[in-house]
């Protein structure tokens, strides 16, 4: 008899792609907007970072030990969710802020429910839930604003400051959306005083910052124009896909442009659903948290439901709830919806004759 | 030319530089050849011959084991030495008949038509049913019954697929370059046997002299024309093809071309029965690649049905490295042999060997559901949630997710991080779905 040949099912070739690539690319993506943290905020961004990846696949490493499943942690999927939780941190956060979010983030986050992959949720928005919930005034207060923001806000926040009474701890901190979100509300700021300050934020010159990364706000949402470098390249490899961010941010944009004036509807400068679109961490949420592949819906149509919810809860926690940012908890709710997405959008096979 | 397309679909490497500048060759007579008696869709054909019967090249070995079926002839003379199961071209053990060849190689009585086209619809239907053809792009649906539609259902289109999408596969292509009015009078057969008025030849954009050369020979047709089709990946499937060339959709749940009006057949097919009804020529050989990085001399053959594919890979002069594996067919929807020792069928369009490397599999990792596969689906499915669907025995949401539409073409599969083997999945899901809505 000759030779006898393995033999297996088709294809027999196979796209140069694992789940490790895809990983390490989503870490790779992220690099430029840390390294944009580092020049704007100093090597202490970094430092947060590492303790939270080092966090992320040190429990990682060793909850799967203790499940007795092989050890995965260089799959790159950790790293990942150490790097989104420092992202999510202002730079003056103790050491140990990231390493409780992380290990948080991976052992209830994900690998309760059997790790990567079967997790309802993004890890890392729930560790930075967790995180936010437990040390609120760690978490959303304090922020380190780069010196040419205070600049351009000197005036404003100043005014801002020296209201009287009333001033919740938020408006002492010098994030964009603290201020936009102060605005909306009469017992804190005049309403002449309001309209003088949403003209800035809704100005070129803001936005201008905001977008190279001359803000105040987390490490990670530093600069949108870097994020946005890190998400094309992901979308040139097809690792993220456009469906989700696009209706995502088209979502907020046309929800603010009516809602976000506090003249009425539509007395919003079409600047100022540019500036929401840049400010916070609805570029870092839309391209890299609610793209997460485990959390997000499979079917073509349930990305677009997927988006357009998340854009809603956003504009509606930015605009009328009780946090100036609403990105992670949008996400993650919309990610509690998947499933009922998938099921309800699933499409009609090619050439589904319809009655 | 603005190239048509379909929605969804990859783009492999289409590895065609092998074989695509080397013109069809005729190999050495094989000693032996090994005829299945199954190389199509349907019933398996009943052999009219037994051990040591003396047969001439064209004789009629078997005959049709029903009306979706056909006949089996020798496609060499010689002398019938066995009929037992033999490795089979879609992998595993089929019934066959093996010749042993005499060398003389003498024909039965062949004839020339002149009229052929004079020839009656019922005439040419006959003539091609008693050739044993039967699709030559892979499926092997048998010819004549594609040819025979209920009267319900008119047809006004026969599509010639010249699309080879398949990566590395090139004998279409070779084909169309060197017979092309033998295509063409295989198309104008087909248009007439069915009365459809408009015939199509669909050829993929990495063709352009194929587009070219049926441009230049059809200037003056009015009724043919050449269309251009994207390069992507599963250009050449059936329902595929019909909707890039005509806007049409073919019903989804066992629909079939004839419902829209359509009739697609291989270019290879249209040779065949131009051959079969023009010379009486039953179907005996078919063009074949046989290429792969590690295949020294990748060549496209006239081979005989029933070659051994390692006849076939010696007059290729073997290989340069150690085999991994051996296809039978293309990389996206070929079947692995076990061995060298597999006869081609009707239906092999390629024998393609890889080394080792080529050949090693990942293991399947945790589905990522990141999508990628519902995104290539040429059939709009989900296949991540069939697969996983039917891993837990949910048989019912498997059927829900599409299972039984699937045209099994792998672009799911190719693009998969997590190497998921989701065709073999969805290949359970059908059987069980089939259990389930049996019993």
Do not use: F, K
């Given at each position: 008899m000759s030779q006898i040949y393995a033999v297996s099912a088709a294809p027999h070739i196979k796209q140069k792609i694992s789940v490790s690539s895809v990983m390490w690319q989503v870490a790779l993506a992220l690099t430029p907007a840390l390294l944009a943290a580092v020049v704007f905020f100093g090597i202490r961004s970094l430092e947060l970072t590492i303790y939270g990846i080092l966090a992320a696949v040190i429990t990682e490493a060793l909850f799967q030990k203790i499940r007795q499943v092989p050890i995965t942690v260089t799959d790159g999927s950790a790293v990942v969710t150490g790097m989104l939780i420092s992202f999510n941190l202002n730079v003056a956060s103790p050491w140990w802020l990231p390493v409780a979010g992380s290990v948080f983030a991976i052992t209830i986050g994900k690998q309760i429910f059997g790790g990567l992959g079967h997790n309802p949720m993004n890890p890392a928005l729930l560790g930075r839930a967790f995180l936010v919930a437990s040390w609120p005034t760690l978490t959303t207060a304090g922020w380190t604003a780069s010196a040419p923001f205070k600049n351009l806000f000197e005036g404003s926040i100043n005014g801002l400051k020296n209201l009287?009474?009333?001033?919740?701890?938020?408006?002492?901190?010098?994030t964009p959306l603290g201020v936009a979100k102060a605005l909306r509300d009469p017992a804190i700021i005049s309403r002449d005083m309001a309209e003088t300050v949403m003209n800035k934020l809704a100005d070129m010159d803001t936005i201008r910052h905001l977008f190279w990364g001359n803000i105040g706000g987390c490490i990670g949402e530093v600069s949108a124009g870097l994020l946005l470098l890190g998400a094309a390249y992901l979308a040139y490899k097809h690792i993220i896909e456009w469906r989700i961010p696009v209706s995502y941010i088209a979502t907020v944009f046309v929800l603010i442009y009516v809602f976000g004036g506090i003249n009425g509807l539509f007395s919003a400068s079409i600047l100022l659903p540019v500036f929401h679109i840049f400010a916070g961490g609805l570029i870092l949420g839309a391209f890299f948290m609610a793209t997460d592949m485990v959390t997000s819906p499979v079917t073509k149509r349930g990305r677009y439901i997927f988006g357009i919810g998340c854009g809603i809860i956003t504009v509606v926690i930015r605009l009328v709830g009780g946090y100036p940012e609403g990105v992670s908890y949008s996400i993650l709710l919309m990610n509690i919806a998947v499933p009922l997405i998938d099921k309800y959008t699933v499409p009609k096979p090619f050439g589904e004759v319809r009655s | 030319m603005e190239y048509k397309s379909f929605p969804g679909g990859i783009h492999p490497p289409d590895a065609k530089k092998y074989s695509k500048n080397s013109s069809i060759a005729d190999p050495p007579l094989p000693q032996k050849v090994i005829i299945p008696?199954?190389?199509?869709?349907g019933a398996p054909s009943k052999p009219v011959v037994k051990v040591g019967d003396e047969v001439k090249l064209g004789q009629k070995i078997a005959e049709a084991g029903g009306f979706v079926s056909i006949p089996m002839h020798a496609s060499i003379s010689g002398k019938i030495t066995n009929i037992a199961k033999f490795p089979h071209p879609a992998g595993l053990m089929q019934q066959a008949i093996e010749i042993t060849g005499n060398g003389k190689d003498d024909w039965i009585d062949l004839v020339d038509d002149e009229n052929y086209f004079e020839l009656s619809a019922e005439e040419i239907k006959k003539r091609i049913a008693e050739a044993g053809i039967c699709g030559m792009g892979g499926a092997g649906f048998p010819t004549h019954v594609k040819l025979s539609p209920p009267q319900d259902k008119p047809i006004d289109t026969v599509i010639l697929n010249g699309v080879e999408c398949e990566p590395y596969l090139t004998a279409d292509y070779r084909l169309m370059l060197e017979r092309p009015e033998a295509i063409i009078s295989g198309l104008k057969l087909l248009m007439k046997t069915v009365k459809a008025e408009n015939g199509i030849i669909g050829i993929e954009s990495n063709k352009p002299d194929a587009i070219k050369l049926f441009e230049e020979l059809l200037k003056d047709e009015k009724n043919i024309k050449v269309t251009g089709l994207k390069l992507k990946y599963p250009q050449g499937a059936e329902k595929q093809l019909i909707y890039a060339a005509t806007g049409r959709k073919v019903p989804n749940q066992g629909g079939l071309p004839m419902s829209v009006g359509t009739v697609v057949q291989n270019v290879g097919t249209a040779v065949a029965v131009y051959e079969a009804v023009r010379y009486k020529k039953p179907l005996i050989q078919r063009v074949i690649s046989v290429t792969g990085k590690i295949v020294k001399n990748p060549r496209n053959i006239n081979a005989r049905i029933g070659t051994l594919c390692k006849d076939l890979l010696e007059f290729c002069d073997g290989t340069t490295e150690e085999i991994g594996k051996v296809i039978s067919g293309g990389p996206m929807m070929g079947f692995a042999l076990f061995t060298l020792d597999t006869p081609i069928g009707k239906g092999s369009s390629g024998l393609l060997i890889m080394n080792k490397k080529e050949a090693s599999k990942n293991e399947e990792s945790t589905c990522l559901r990141c999508g990628r596969c519902v995104d290539v689906c040429p059939m709009n499915l989900v296949p991540s949630l069939i697969a996983s669907n039917v891993r837990y025995n949910d048989i019912k949401s498997a059927e829900k997710y599409g299972a039984m539409d699937c045209i099994k073409c792998g672009s799911c599969a190719y693009v998969c991080p997590s190497h998921i083997k989701l065709i073999q999945w969805i290949d359970i899901a059908k059987i069980k779905i089939s259990e389930m809505r049996s019993s």
């Open positions: 009287p009474s009333n001033i919740p701890d938020v408006i002492t901190s010098a | 008696l199954l190389q199509h869709i």
